[in-house]
């Protein structure tokens, strides 16, 4: 078997300066400017963000449930205080704050286009 690493997260965005601000100021990721396009470091992983080709045919993103990558899931501390502090942020949220199984809390939140970001929160208190 191969040993394997995460390396990218590969994104696609009509504004990726509106993207990775919006992941930095969401999500606390770092900015990181490349050539041809912008990076955000975020929680040790790198997200890629390059923009649409302008007059290459796109397809726009599926509409949710569908089949392929459904979201990417970061993990916080303090599930309901980064959840108050976000909706402060005007962010919209498709599943509030829930526990899913003892020890496990978890809500989504809609990034740009339409992306969908898990918050994860595991703690005992949850138990």
Not at 37 to 57: S, T, Y
Not at 100 to 106: E, H
Request: aromatic share 6%.
């Amino acid at each position: 078997m191969p040993v394997v690493t995460w390396d990218h997260v590969h994104l696609r965005s009509p504004d990726p300066e509106a993207t990775a601000a919006w992941l930095r100021d969401v999500l606390g990721g770092e900015i990181v400017r490349g050539p041809a396009r912008i990076d955000v470091k975020l929680g040790g992983a790198n997200i890629f963000i390059a923009p649409l080709e302008p007059g290459k045919p796109m397809n726009p993103p599926p509409p949710h449930p569908h089949q392929g990558l459904d979201h990417f899931g970061v993990t916080v501390k303090d599930i309901d205080a980064v959840a108050a502090e976000m909706k402060a942020k005007g962010v919209e949220f498709t599943r509030e704050p829930t526990t899913i199984r003892p020890g496990v809390r978890v809500c989504f939140i809609r990034g740009p286009e339409g992306i969908s970001v898990e918050l994860l929160e595991r703690d005992k208190k949850y138990a």
